[in-house]
């Protein structure tokens, strides 16, 4: 008992000394961050105030796009067109393509690094992409549950759909910071659920009795939509789908992040890698 308390104490002790070694760094690094175009200035402002900010490939004109894109597509029509598994949950097909240059490329432009700089206010780590498609399903299981990502106290994911997503393929849905957050009652009614879940993610039935489903925001959008996210800071989700939907997720924390343990699946064994893919 005594022993546990102490353990308890301890840990407090060092969440505390890790939270003043973060605001210390944040205020040290202030004046570093890299300088970003005009345009770009909207992307890290969104993120700040909304969480979200949805934009397109041909907006973004990054030049490595049509290489991504190309890689993209072939590999995509490797992957299983239909999920057969007789499971009630049909689980995501996710592929590591991290070591492939036609995808880290991309995701280590500097601009997008600038961009996730400003926003995340100290030395930023790529950690990798996943290529991620997903199928239909009735219940909401995993990432269709609503749910905060922990891997940092701020994380980007930049999220590229390859597929036209409408209404019935799933979209990404979020609620905006201002509705979640620390000065709003929501956000420790929201905290104590997602802690009674084990922090697994909960339901649209829970999420509704305190957010009303009109404030929640759906991004669908063409092939090439492009969402930036804070997945630690904005509640979000994928809804449930009737069909397939396509996407890239490239991931961002800190450098070093707050847990690295839980960022190694973007680059390690976690997922196959691409190698199993036929190339068209
Ligand atoms: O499937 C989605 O749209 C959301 C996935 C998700 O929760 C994430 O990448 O953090
Ligand atoms: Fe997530």
């Known amino acids: 008992m005594i022993s546990n308390i102490g353990n308890q104490i301890k840990s407090k002790v060092s969440d505390l000394k890790s939270e003043f070694i973060y605001r210390t760094e944040l205020i040290k690094y ?3 961050v890299p300088v970003i175009e005009e345009r770009d200035r909207k992307i890290v402002d ?7 900010y949805v934009t397109s490939l041909e907006e973004l004109d990054i030049s490595s796009t049509f290489t991504l894109l190309k890689a993209a597509s072939n590999y995509l029509s490797g992957m299983l067109s239909v999920n057969r598994s ?3 949950e049909k689980l995501p097909q996710i592929y590591t393509m991290t070591d492939l240059p036609e995808f880290s490329q991309w995701g280590k432009e500097k601009r997008l690094l600038s961009i996730i700089e ?5 030395p930023v780590a790529f950690h990798g992409v996943h290529l991620r498609k997903d199928f ?11 749910h905060k990502d922990s891997e940092d106290r701020r994380i980007v994911k930049v999220i590229v759909y390859l597929s036209d997503v409408e209404e019935h393929h799933g979209p990404f849905e979020y609620i905006p910071l201002s509705l979640t957050s620390a000065r709003n009652l929501n956000y420790s009614r929201i905290y104590y659920k997602l802690w009674q879940s084990n922090y697994v993610g909960i339901n649209d039935e829970q999420v509704q009795e305190i957010i009303p489903k009109k404030y929640w925001k759906s991004c669908p959008g063409p092939a090439g939509t492009v969402i930036f996210v804070d997945t630690r800071c904005t509640l ?3 809804t449930l789908r009737t069909q397939d939907r396509s996407a890239l997720f490239f991931v961002y924390t ?3 992040p707050q847990r690295p343990e839980l960022c190694t699946q973007y680059w390690d064994d976690t997922f196959p890698k691409p190698e199993v893919l036929c190339k068209a």
Do not use: C, M, S
């Open 254 to 256: 800190a450098n070093p």
């Open 118 to 122: 400003n926003y995340i206010g100290l």
């Open 136 to 146: 239909p399903n009735e219940n909401q299981f995993g990432t269709l549950l609503w």
């Open 86 to 88: 007789d499971r009630t």
């Open 236 to 238: 979000h989700h994928g």
């Open 30 to 32: 202030a004046g570093k």
């Open 46 to 52: 969104a993120l700040k105030t909304e969480g979200v």
